[in-house]
């Protein structure tokens, strides 16, 4: 059931908001054993906050888009009074002390909460196999990665463990699990959406997005997520003006480095096959984005400085677990040797040395100005198409365990790291074609993305 | 490229500890990642800028410098001193001392 569906049956009094949390419930109860999409459920709030929404339906209050829709909410976002541990262990104990600006937003609109969700500890990761509560399976196959680092929220809604469910987009991680586990995810335009209570990795990176059945979905939750909230000064509530008397897209330009080596042919093929069909109502350019194959790298700097900035304030004293040494620097060393994973340790320490003195103008400096040029390909495209249309992912699911080294595990987001270096929205379909629009324009993600959709 | 030595030094000065065997893993990862970022060397970014922000345009935003939020909801006093209440409740170690509850530590000199 899709949320208009639902919304629809609501307002007919053909379904109640209990019945709904119930059925999801059931569901969890009998599939999260398996596939450990959710780290807890809240299911108490849930029944609870569906009791009360039934009740002013039955006094004749006129039901909201939102009111009931149930939603699973990724780990690394702060509800308020719940544990939010970013599948970290030294945030195990960790209570939220308020409401993430999303969270709020999703509580005055009626949805419903039914858990917080797996994924990479501290967001990140490609396979949710870096989670501290271990992995993640993939509902279309139990063999498989779901992808990360939303892994968890993927898998709930491929699973038909929830209606839709927020995830965050540092580098993929909402578009790369959506492609494995054939659901639709957005990461909108740096900034569209507040990232006040998102537990932060790359701060110039992160969003928060929807993970949703349909693109339909993905844009009603985009639409009660986003706007300018003063608690994070990058967010900002676009005054972009469409004109309506013109077609949103026109040209849709194909970049040919996402078609090269590496790219899986079988994802080639489903790609073509989508090109082909919307050549009959399109301008289908071919178009260069020439930085592209820096991208990796570039992001592989700036990130791990960013995160070793962000994570240094995980040192067992204010919050979290601490583990007691001799000194204080003791206690931090220890409270993060033993709290924090492999993966972020990495990334700590590769941080740690793209910053330091004598290696800051080779690495974090020359990224930063390759950050710009990655931008700029973009902002270049744009003058000539509506859209841009690709692959999410090179290739298909991989096994748990398949992919041991972190080069090989970086790179299964080399077609969507590139949105987010330069900060435009991009929009994952279930059947893996990406679309990425100029900055603010998700609107021509929706309409260009619903065309596809409905094609398939 | 990256020996033991040098990763013993990150994981000084990123207060973090663990054991030999990883160290050695990431003297290796880090050797193989750093290799892998040679190629921003082949980039000709001669009067390229470094990018400090996503969107064009963007500026700093201040905002007052106060603790009250009217948003959260935390200008009220009442709502104000729940929130003290629970950030005191998240303390790893607490200790009741005088006139309030006082975060613990080990001693830093």
Not at chain 1, 262 to 291: A, M
């Amino acid at each position: 059931m899709t949320i208009p569906e639902f919304h629809e049956k609501l307002k007919n009094r053909k379904i109640s908001a209990r019945e709904a949390v119930v059925s999801y419930l059931d569901k969890i109860k009998k599939k999260n054993g398996e596939l450990n999409a959710y780290l807890e459920v809240f299911e108490k709030d849930a029944l609870e906050r569906a009791k009360e929404l039934d009740e002013r339906i039955a006094s004749g209050e006129e039901p909201e888009e939102l009111w009931g829709v149930p939603l699973a909410i990724k780990d690394n976002i702060l509800i308020r009074g719940k544990i939010a541990s970013a599948a970290s262990k030294i945030l195990g104990n960790y209570v939220a002390p308020y409401d993430a600006f999303v969270v709020e937003k999703l509580k005055k609109a009626g949805a419903i909460f039914l858990g917080r969700t797996n994924m990479d500890e501290f967001a990140m990761g490609s396979s949710t196999e870096n989670s501290a509560y271990g992995p993640t399976k993939n509902p279309r196959d139990l063999e498989k990665v779901p992808g990360g680092s939303s892994g968890g929220s993927a898998a709930a809604v491929a699973g038909g463990l929830t209606m839709a469910a927020l995830g965050s987009d540092t580098g993929g991680s909402i578009r790369q699990p959506a492609a494995f586990c054939k659901v639709v995810g957005l990461k909108p335009t740096y900034g569209a959406v507040s990232r006040s209570g998102l537990i932060a990795m790359a701060s110039s990176f992160d969003q928060i997005g929807p993970i949703a059945q349909t693109v339909e979905d993905a844009e009603i939750l985009f639409n009660a997520i986003r706007g300018k909230d003063e608690l994070d000064s990058t967010s900002w509530t676009s005054d972009i003006q469409v004109d309506v008397r013109r077609p949103l897209v026109k040209k849709i330009g194909i970049p040919k480095e996402y078609f090269g080596e590496g790219l899986d042919t079988q994802i080639k093929n489903g790609i073509d096959e989508v090109i082909k069909k919307l050549s009959k109502s399109y301008e289908i350019r071919e178009i260069n984005l020439p930085h592209t194959k820096y991208a990796l790298s570039c992001y592989y700097v700036i990130v791990p400085a960013e995160v070793s900035s962000n994570m240094a304030r995980y040192d067992g004293v204010r919050y979290g677990v601490r583990i007691e040494g001799g000194d204080l620097i003791d206690t931090y060393k220890k409270s993060r040797g033993d709290g924090i994973g492999l993966e972020v340790r990495r990334r700590i320490l590769l941080g740690t040395y793209v910053l330091s003195a004598g290696y800051y103008d080779a690495y974090y400096s020359k990224a930063q100005k390759v950050r710009f040029l990655v931008k700029k390909d973009f902002a270049d495209a744009f003058r000539g198409v509506d859209a841009i249309l690709c692959p999410t992912v090179p290739t298909s699911p991989f096994k748990f365990g398949e992919k041991s080294d972190p080069l090989s595990m970086y790179l299964s987001d080399i077609y969507t790291i590139p949105a987010n270096l330069a900060g435009v929205p991009a929009l994952t379909l279930s059947s893996g074609v990406q679309i990425i629009a100029p900055h603010f324009r998700e609107d021509i993600l929706f309409s260009l993305g619903k065309e596809i959709e409905k094609s398939h | 490229m990256i020996s033991k030595d040098d990763i013993e030094h990150l994981k000084d000065l990123a207060r973090v500890e663990f054991g030999e065997k990883e160290t050695e893993k990431l003297a290796k990862d880090l050797g193989d990642i750093l290799g892998y970022m040679e190629q921003l060397k082949g980039v000709d970014v001669s009067n390229v800028l470094e990018m400090t922000h996503a969107l064009e345009g963007a500026k700093n935003i201040f905002r007052k410098d106060s603790a009250e939020s009217q948003r959260r909801g935390t200008a009220e006093p009442e709502a104000q001193s729940q929130l003290a209440r629970e950030l005191i409740n998240a303390f790893p170690k607490k200790q009741d001392a005088g006139h309030g509850t006082y975060l613990k530590v080990k001693s830093i000199l």
